[in-house]
């Protein structure tokens, strides 16, 4: 008879635990790819560059074809969701200060991502 234990891989476990750490400190769903069949944020190499009032993002997107990238940003968190033949990227990437998210540009070449944003004013003027 086999004992249940056997089948326990204590690194589930760690990996767990990293996940709801990283939950609680980010708010948002953040997911770790135990080797499973979605494949989501696994590999993709993202920099993010704050510079001359802009906020600019590269990622490596290798073998996804331009159709099958989405982008959402809501000024505060930069989503990157795309597809290939062999895989799902989903990130979400926390921007350093906020962004003028309709002011967005982006690129797509040999497999390199590139969105830029102009940084949000930092206060209003208000009219009396």
């Known amino acids: 008879m086999k004992d249940d ?16 750490v990283m939950n609680e400190m980010m708010g948002d769903d ?8 979605t ?4 590999d993709l ?9 802009e906020v600019r993002i590269v990622a490596d997107l290798p073998g996804v ?13 930069l989503t990157v969701s795309a597809a290939s033949d ?3 990227y ?14 967005a540009a982006a690129t797509y070449n040999n497999g390199v991502l590139e969105v830029t ?7 209003a003027d208000i009219d009396l």
């Open 5 to 20: 234990r056997d089948d326990h891989d204590p690194i589930d476990d760690i990996l767990r635990e990293i996940e709801r």
């Open 30 to 37: 953040v997911h770790i790819d135990r080797g499973g069949a």
């Open 39 to 42: 494949g989501f944020g696994s």
């Open 45 to 53: 190499h993202l920099d993010v560059y704050e510079e001359d009032g």
């Open 65 to 77: 074809e331009k159709d099958a990238i989405d982008l959402k940003c809501d000024g505060k968190v």
């Open 86 to 88: 062999r895989r799902d």
């Open 90 to 103: 989903e990130e979400r990437v926390r921007l350093p200060t906020r962004v003028d998210e309709h002011s």
């Open 117 to 123: 944003f102009d940084r949000a004013d930092d206060s």
